[in-house]
């Protein structure tokens, strides 16, 4: 019976493993394989990369991008969900139109950024037709890399802080009233409850927004890809630069075992440093 | 299995050639689309016509080449008419696989006169030229009231001897001068084929050569001019990719790029957005031309029939409808007075202007085969570093250009057109 029963267990786990063999274990088996392959040595494409003075740039480019719209992303969408989790009339209403970013492709949020940004776009006619400028502001291009680092930040911002904000939410719901009444009878201040029990208890959903956050933040290049082109190189951008346009997949491949290491070394940082304790940890 | 297979196909290019049935070899119309065009309407339509049966053999390059050199080696040779890129027809003819067809004329077509001088190589003329794509010019006609002194709107529609990459960098300027707006647009985004005007364009123009000449005094010249030029390109280009939005989002109005990403504009508004030849360096008007040509395979069976068969494909209608269907151009000088007015018609203008002006220098991308990334992406490399970075033009040059050759030399390829011509 039991070994009937372990039969059965095992074939409905197959799907499961016919799924990560093909579509998790293969791709990187193979994506390791070409990037360790080239006739001068196993790692002659990470020398070749970490040697063309263009992946400093990209890795800074990618840092400084992640380190600016994740935290930005965790403050908005933290202050929206405590916003609407006031429950007050109306709310769901104000829900559904923070959510809407979540349904657009990053294609289609660039596209719309860059239909507002243009020289012919919304702003620029918008401040000519105001008298506020004679010719249009340029926010795009190598001599305005600046300007459209910050169209970037500004649409990521945009489009992601939703699934944050979504999260935190759902934490939200799980805080207990009955905690917050008691301090409430402690005469805690706002900020008090705000620092001293509703934070610690999102911490856990805090920490999966930050996790999965920052993963789609190394591999963001649809936004970049059609704003700035490479004027604003990133990591993964060059990954599929290097196969796409370049076709070689040796250097594409080594681009992609660069990001997950990199991205594996920050969420082992934040799983050991935002780790929740156990109020029994605490009080030891 | 495979032995039966084989047989069959054998017994059958016998039968066909013993009952007088045509064998078209074609490395091109292999897409579903294009096949469907050409086997349900192209050919059945000359069938009607003649009533010459034609059988039509999909096959790539190293396929066609591999079977005519064991038909020649046995001395049967089944393929009646070969359909090939000019590149690999070169090859073919480097290899006595080719007849000689000079005998080959059409008293009512004039091909355009570029592409007959290709045609011919090895001591015969290899092919008749059949269809042709390639890069142009698109400009908005707002430009046209900014044009500067001594160069006409007729000129650039022409192609005439005025229409230089100076008079495009004093337009420019002209433009950006009396608007404040640098109105002039490549298609520099990653995805763009921005790579194909410095290496198939600026480079011949200026150089002679896509490559031979990467670092010579006149690629330094050539680079400085590109830089003075990119003072007037609007910053947006390198977002850009294909060159019909930013046209007719008015953020461009001099632009250029391929035919084929460029009719949404010209079929939007034909006399708003008008497809002009690209203008002239010092050493010619260079310009890159996907040029495919009809061949007669040495001893090949049914010549009359593939004459008749060249005939058809090459005659003004047939140019047009294949146009129409497929988007290649046609390569007579006559096909354009077929073009009912309108977008084709403006765009075919264009394309044969361009290839028909005296000072034309065709360039033949290199076949680099999986080497081809590296060899355009050293060009984005030098444009970057020379006119972004603001890196000394020579020693750029001098940086990058083992890196082009080595590329080069690896992948094996033969020297393209112009580059070739400088060796004659």
């Given at each position: 019976?039991?070994?009937?029963?372990?039969?059965?267990?095992?074939?409905?786990?197959?799907?499961?493993?016919?799924?990560l063999i093909v579509f998790i274990f293969y791709p990187l088996v193979d994506t390791c394989l070409l990037a360790f392959s080239n006739?001068?040595?196993p790692?002659?494409n990470?020398?070749?990369?970490?040697?063309?003075?263009?992946?400093?740039?990209?890795?800074?480019?990618?840092?400084?991008?992640?380190?600016?719209?994740?935290?930005?992303?965790?403050?908005?969408?933290?202050?929206?969900?405590?916003?609407?989790?006031?429950?007050?009339?109306?709310?769901?209403?104000?829900?559904?139109?923070?959510?809407?970013?979540?349904?657009?492709?990053?294609?289609?949020?660039?596209?719309?950024?860059?239909?507002?940004?243009?020289?012919?776009?919304?702003?620029?006619?918008?401040?000519?037709?105001?008298?506020?400028?004679?010719?249009?502001?340029?926010?795009?291009?190598?001599?305005?890399?600046?300007?459209?680092?910050?169209?970037?930040?500004?649409?990521?911002?945009?489009?992601?802080?939703?699934?944050?904000?979504?999260?935190?939410?759902?934490?939200?719901?799980?805080?207990?009233?009955?905690?917050?009444?008691?301090?409430?009878?402690?005469?805690?201040?706002?900020?008090?409850?705000?620092?001293?029990?509703?934070?610690?208890?999102?911490?856990?959903?805090?920490?999966?927004?930050?996790?999965?956050?920052?993963?789609?933040?190394?591999?963001?290049?649809?936004?970049?890809?059609?704003?700035?082109?490479?004027?604003?190189?990133?990591?993964?951008?060059?990954a599929?630069?290097w196969q796409?346009?370049?076709?070689n997949s040796n250097i594409s491949s080594a681009y992609g075992l660069?990001i997950a290491?990199?991205?594996?070394?920050?969420?082992?940082?934040?799983?050991?440093?935002?780790?929740?304790?156990?109020?029994?940890?605490?009080?030891? | 299995?495979?032995?039966?297979?084989?047989?069959?196909?054998?017994?059958?290019?016998?039968?066909?050639?013993?009952?007088?049935?045509?064998?078209?070899?074609?490395?091109?119309?292999?897409?579903?689309?294009?096949?469907?065009?050409?086997?349900?309407?192209?050919?059945?339509?000359?069938?009607?016509?003649?009533?010459?049966?034609?059988?039509?053999?999909?096959?790539?390059?190293?396929?066609?080449?591999?079977?005519?050199?064991?038909?020649?080696?046995?001395?049967?040779?089944?393929?009646?008419?070969?359909?090939?890129?000019?590149?690999?027809?070169?090859?073919?003819?480097?290899?006595?696989?080719?007849?000689?067809?000079?005998?080959?004329?059409?008293?009512?077509?004039?091909?355009?006169?570029?592409?007959?001088?290709?045609?011919?190589?090895?001591?015969?003329?290899?092919?008749?030229?059949?269809?042709?794509?390639?890069?142009?010019?698109?400009?908005?006609?707002?430009?046209?009231?900014?044009?500067?002194?001594?160069?006409?709107?007729?000129?650039?529609?022409?192609?005439?001897?005025?229409?230089?990459?100076?008079?495009?960098?004093?337009?420019?300027?002209?433009?950006?001068?009396?608007?404040?707006?640098?109105?002039?647009?490549?298609?520099?985004?990653?995805?763009?084929?921005?790579?194909?005007?410095?290496?198939?364009?600026?480079?011949?123009?200026?150089?002679?050569?896509?490559?031979?000449?990467?670092?010579?005094?006149?690629?330094?010249?050539?680079?400085?001019?590109?830089?003075?030029?990119?003072?007037?390109?609007?910053?947006?280009?390198?977002?850009?990719?294909?060159?019909?939005?930013?046209?007719?989002?008015?953020?461009?109005?001099?632009?250029?790029?391929?035919?084929?990403?460029?009719?949404?504009?010209?079929?939007?508004?034909?006399?708003?957005?008008?497809?002009?030849?690209?203008?002239?360096?010092?050493?010619?008007?260079?310009?890159?031309?996907?040029?495919?040509?009809?061949?007669?395979?040495?001893?090949?069976?049914?010549?009359?029939?593939?004459?008749?068969?060249?005939?058809?494909?090459?005659?003004?209608?047939?140019?047009?409808?294949?146009?129409?269907?497929?988007?290649?151009?046609?390569?007579?000088?006559?096909?354009?007075?077929?073009?009912?007015?309108?977008?084709?018609?403006?765009?075919?203008?264009?394309?044969?202007?361009?290839?028909?002006?005296?000072?034309?220098?065709?360039?033949?991308?290199?076949?680099?085969?999986?080497?081809?990334?590296?060899?355009?992406?050293?060009?984005?490399?030098?444009?970057?570093?020379?006119?972004?970075?603001?890196?000394?033009?020579?020693?750029?040059?001098?940086?990058?250009?083992?890196?082009?050759?080595?590329?080069?030399?690896?992948?094996?390829?033969?020297?393209?057109?112009?580059?070739?011509?400088?060796?004659?």
């Amino acid at each position: 019976m039991i070994h009937h029963k372990g039969k059965i267990a095992l074939m409905l786990l197959l799907p499961t493993f016919a799924y990560l063999i093909v579509f998790i274990f293969y791709p990187l088996v193979d994506t390791c394989l070409l990037a360790f392959s080239n006739p001068a040595g196993p790692l002659e494409n990470f020398r070749r990369i970490i040697t063309s003075g263009e992946f400093w740039k990209t890795l800074r480019n990618t840092l400084v991008i992640t380190g600016i719209v994740v935290p930005l992303q965790l403050i908005l969408g933290l202050a929206l969900a405590l916003f609407v989790n006031l429950r007050f009339k109306g709310y769901l209403f104000i829900l559904y139109i923070i959510a809407i970013p979540l349904a657009l492709s990053d294609v289609s949020a660039a596209l719309m950024s860059y239909s507002i940004f243009a020289s012919t776009g919304f702003l620029n006619k918008l401040l000519m037709a105001w008298g506020w400028i004679e010719r249009p502001l340029y926010f795009f291009g190598f001599r305005f890399q600046d300007r459209a680092f910050w169209v970037i930040v500004i649409t990521e911002v945009w489009r992601a802080t939703p699934l944050v904000f979504i999260i935190l939410l759902a934490g939200l719901q799980a805080v207990n009233k009955e905690y917050l009444e008691a301090a409430n009878v402690f005469g805690f201040s706002p900020w008090q409850k705000l620092w001293k029990i509703v934070l610690p208890i999102l911490r856990p959903s805090i920490l999966s927004a930050l996790l999965i956050r920052t993963i789609f933040a190394f591999q963001v290049f649809g936004v970049i890809w059609i704003l700035a082109g490479r004027d604003i190189p990133v990591l993964a951008g060059e990954a599929y630069y290097w196969q796409t346009v370049v076709y070689n997949s040796n250097i594409s491949s080594a681009y992609g075992l660069i990001i997950a290491v990199v991205t594996i070394l920050i969420s082992w940082a934040y799983i050991t440093f935002l780790k929740p304790k156990s109020f029994e940890e605490e009080a030891v | 299995m495979k032995r039966t297979l084989l047989f069959g196909l054998c017994l059958s290019l016998l039968l066909a050639v013993a009952f007088g049935q045509l064998n078209f070899v074609s490395t091109q119309f292999h897409p579903a689309t294009e096949r469907e065009y050409f086997e349900g309407s192209l050919l059945p339509d000359f069938v009607k016509l003649t009533n010459v049966k034609v059988q039509f053999l999909p096959l790539t390059y190293e396929e066609a080449s591999v079977r005519l050199r064991a038909e020649q080696a046995a001395n049967r040779v089944t393929i009646g008419l070969f359909a090939e890129l000019q590149g690999g027809m070169e090859l073919m003819a480097s290899g006595g696989l080719l007849k000689d067809i000079s005998g080959v004329t059409f008293s009512d077509r004039t091909f355009i006169s570029t592409f007959e001088k290709y045609a011919h190589g090895y001591g015969i003329k290899q092919f008749v030229p059949w269809l042709q794509a390639t890069f142009v010019m698109v400009i908005n006609k707002k430009a046209f009231d900014y044009l500067p002194k001594g160069l006409t709107k007729e000129d650039v529609l022409k192609g005439t001897s005025k229409w230089t990459y100076q008079a495009l960098l004093e337009w420019a300027k002209n433009i950006y001068d009396k608007t404040k707006m640098p109105m002039v647009g490549f298609p520099e985004n990653p995805q763009g084929l921005f790579h194909r005007f410095l290496h198939g364009y600026l480079y011949p123009s200026f150089t002679g050569g896509q490559f031979v000449k990467f670092d010579s005094l006149d690629a330094v010249d050539m680079w400085a001019y590109l830089k003075e030029l990119f003072k007037y390109v609007s910053p947006g280009s390198s977002t850009w990719s294909f060159m019909s939005e930013p046209l007719m989002r008015n953020e461009a109005w001099i632009v250029w790029d391929h035919t084929a990403r460029i009719p949404a504009a010209v079929r939007a508004d034909p006399e708003q957005y008008i497809p002009a030849p690209v203008p002239a360096g010092p050493k010619g008007r260079g310009f890159i031309t996907v040029l495919v040509g009809l061949a007669l395979p040495k001893n090949a069976p049914n010549e009359a029939e593939a004459v008749r068969l060249i005939d058809y494909l090459t005659s003004a209608t047939t140019q047009f409808d294949i146009l129409e269907k497929t988007g290649f151009f046609p390569v007579i000088e006559e096909a354009i007075g077929v073009i009912p007015a309108g977008p084709n018609k403006v765009l075919a203008e264009a394309v044969v202007a361009q290839a028909g002006a005296p000072d034309a220098m065709v360039s033949f991308i290199p076949g680099l085969g999986p080497k081809g990334g590296e060899f355009t992406a050293y060009y984005r490399e030098a444009f970057r570093r020379i006119v972004y970075e603001n890196e000394d033009i020579k020693k750029v040059l001098q940086d990058i250009a083992p890196k082009v050759y080595q590329t080069v030399k690896e992948s094996g390829a033969t020297l393209p057109q112009p580059d070739a011509s400088l060796f004659h």
